[in-house]
């Protein structure tokens, strides 16, 4: 499994991200079925359909978001998480 | 919610276990036209569906596949194509990516080519492999599908090995389940509890000797289980399937169950079909139940198994599903395995495997008639 840390990353292509009327909040989807993405997931998943760090998403988000405390923690928290889910994959090159 | 868009009953296979009704039509000119898809696809796109399947049949029969698969990435929806791989190719796969396509399930019908052969009607096994390959070269997240019977269920293992060094992400091994074709050879290909044993013993194994990225998925026929399925999630939960012809159905084999009207897309809109219409409601919920489903604990996790299989097994479509253990006609399961054992000792080739073709299906019409 890659390090998410250090190796930039992408979300996973078997996966679409997008916004649901039905569900009212964004959707991950996969071929048997979705999940139902936090505001916060869906608004790290959504600056990884290019390839991306660890350390560039997270001074993005510091950038947008400068009032979030625990911001680095939380960042990293949840890359493992979805690297664990497969949701995020190696960027090649 | 998922759409399961059966484009055409045409198909160059002939396997034993279709779930594709018996009476065949006799010809294509009725199925849904391109622009009446694309109004089905927008109206359930609307009601909240965001799976799409494309299917059959063989769906690559129809030739403005990329136009539908186009369309409905456009809309919104995940794009999944169901197919044996006959009529595919390199250009038409580099189509379908463009198009947004995002996984491809290609079935097998043997692990080698003869078994294929065999099953399939169709020496078609070294293009499978070929397109299995092309689809993951060109970056199409992809699944396989065994479908097994008594006849292959011991190449589980062999198949395993063969979709983990073509690369697959995802195996299914799918038991035939007994409905339409496969029920009326139900004799000649239900396998036996030690054959089912085996297999599932043999995909174990194959998962703990092979930590890799391929997942298996191993399913076995409702026959040999306790307890029900809750099937197709529950009807008029989860799933739509809209046929050729535009008959929408709470599941792929609604139309076993004698006696229901099909709403049709040519008539109605999917969204009066799927609130109003008395097929989507009939056995919506728990309503409908009678004794013992009414007053089981369990019936709100298995919703009384699967309606086809209730009327297929007991002539009444509001029974328990007699794979429940506390169905009164469970027995009628014991049965079938038994009828099949005798069948497998008796010889092979003492009632012919019926292929699905047209012939056969005129065959079986005039025998009826």
């Not at chain 1, 997008?18 to 998943?45: F, H, M, N, R, W």
């Not at chain 2, 002939?14 to 849904?32: D, G, H, I, V």
């Not at chain 2, 403005?64 to 197919?83: K, P, R, S, W």
């Not at chain 2, 008959?247 to 099909?262: H, K, M, N, T, Y």
């Amino acid at each position: 499994m890659f390090d998410h840390t250090t190796a930039p990353f992408r979300l996973n292509p078997r996966y679409r991200l997008q916004y649901e009327e039905a569900q009212q909040c964004q959707v991950l989807l996969y071929p048997e079925g979705l999940v139902k993405l936090s505001d916060t997931a869906a608004e790290i998943l959504g600056r990884c359909m290019e390839p991306i760090t660890c350390q560039r998403l997270i001074a993005e988000l510091q950038r947008d978001y400068p009032a979030a405390d625990s911001l680095p923690d939380d960042v990293r928290e949840f890359l493992s998480d979805a690297r664990q889910q497969d949701w995020i994959v190696a960027a090649e090159g | 919610m998922w759409l399961l868009a059966e484009l055409t009953y045409a198909c160059p296979l002939q396997c034993p276990y279709c779930s594709n009704p018996l009476q065949l039509p006799a010809s294509r000119k009725r199925e849904l036209s391109t622009e009446e898809w694309l109004r089905v696809m927008r109206e359930a796109r609307k009601l909240g569906a965001v799976q799409l399947g494309f299917s059959g049949g063989e769906p690559l029969v129809r030739q403005d596949l990329g136009e539908l698969i186009a369309a409905a990435d456009g809309m919104g929806f995940y794009c999944n194509l169901i197919t044996s791989a006959i009529g595919l190719n390199e250009a038409r796969i580099a189509e379908f990516r463009e198009a947004g396509i995002r996984h491809i399930q290609i079935s097998f019908q043997g692990s080698d080519r003869e078994t294929n052969a065999r099953f399939g009607g169709s020496d078609s096994f070294e293009h499978k492999l070929a397109m299995t390959r092309e689809t993951i070269r060109q970056g199409i997240p992809l699944g396989l599908n065994f479908v097994l019977h008594r006849h292959n269920i011991h190449q589980v293992s062999d198949f395993l090995h063969l979709a983990e060094g073509l690369g697959a992400e995802f195996v299914e091994l799918a038991n035939t389940q007994y409905y339409a074709w496969a029920l009326h050879n139900r004799d000649q290909l239900l396998p036996s509890a030690a054959q089912l044993q085996e297999a599932e013993a043999a995909t174990h194994r194959f998962r703990q000797r092979h930590q890799g990225n391929m997942r298996a998925l191993f399913v076995a026929p409702d026959y040999y289980e306790q307890r029900p399925k809750k099937c197709s999630n529950g009807w008029g939960t989860t799933f739509i399937t809209i046929t050729p012809e535009g008959d929408v159905l709470p599941c792929q084999s609604a139309r076993v169950i004698a006696g229901l009207e099909f709403p049709n897309v040519r008539q109605d809109s999917l969204e009066n079909i799927w609130r109003g219409s008395s097929l989507f409601q009939k056995f919506r919920g728990t309503d409908w139940m009678q004794e013992p489903c009414a007053s089981c604990p369990e019936k709100e996790n298995d919703l009384g198994g699967c309606r086809c299989q209730a009327f297929l097994l007991t002539g009444d479509a509001h029974a328990t599903d007699p794979i429940c253990e506390l169905s009164p006609e469970h027995h009628r399961v014991g049965d079938a395995v038994r009828a099949a054992q005798a069948h497998a000792e008796a010889g092979e080739d003492a009632v012919p495997l019926l292929f699905r073709n047209t012939a056969n299906a005129r065959k079986l019409a005039a025998a009826e008639a």
